[in-house]
Nanobody, 129 residues
Framework: QVRLVESGGGLVQAGGSLRLSCAASGVIFRTYAMGWFRQAPGKEREFVASITWSAGSTYYADSVRGRFTISKDNAKNTVYLQMNSLKPEDPAVYYC??????????????????????WGQGTQVTVSS
């Protein structure tokens, strides 16, 4: 079983920054990619960013490109999401996800929920205006 634990969420003023972390643990034979998704109240969960584990290729939703940066620490099996210039439309529960069975070897899968087989419990991000 794989466990993902997110941290770093909280309350920040608009224009401020937060850094989310997600550590994966458990029986992991191989990590192919990790990603971040978010879900605001009354909305469907949406893709935010992802990173492939070997090549480090990154993918971003248009709404966050240029403001958010995803990075990883292979040795710690941890992914980070640096969020800068936070906007009133960014508040949501942010979920970390990991692909351990190779779905994201297909590029299209790196930005959709299907690409990830384990999910964290989520961390709340709130932005005050």
């Amino acid at each position: 079983q794989v466990r993902l634990v997110e941290s770093g969420g909280g309350l920040v003023q608009a224009g401020g920054s937060l850094r989310l972390s997600c550590a994966a643990s458990g029986v992991i034979f191989r990590t192919y990619a990790m990603g971040w998704f978010r879900q605001a109240p009354g909305k469907e969960r949406e893709f935010v960013a992802s990173i492939t584990w070997s090549a480090g290729s990154t993918y971003y939703a248009d709404s966050v490109r240029g403001r958010f940066t995803i990075s990883k620490d292979n040795a710690k099996n941890t992914v980070y999401l640096q969020m800068n210039s936070l906007k009133p439309e960014d508040p949501a529960v942010y979920y970390c996800a990991v692909d351990t069975d190779g779905r994201t070897l297909l590029e299209y899968a790196r930005s959709i929920e299907y690409g990830y087989n384990y999910w964290g419990q989520g961390t709340q991000v709130t932005v005050s205006s």
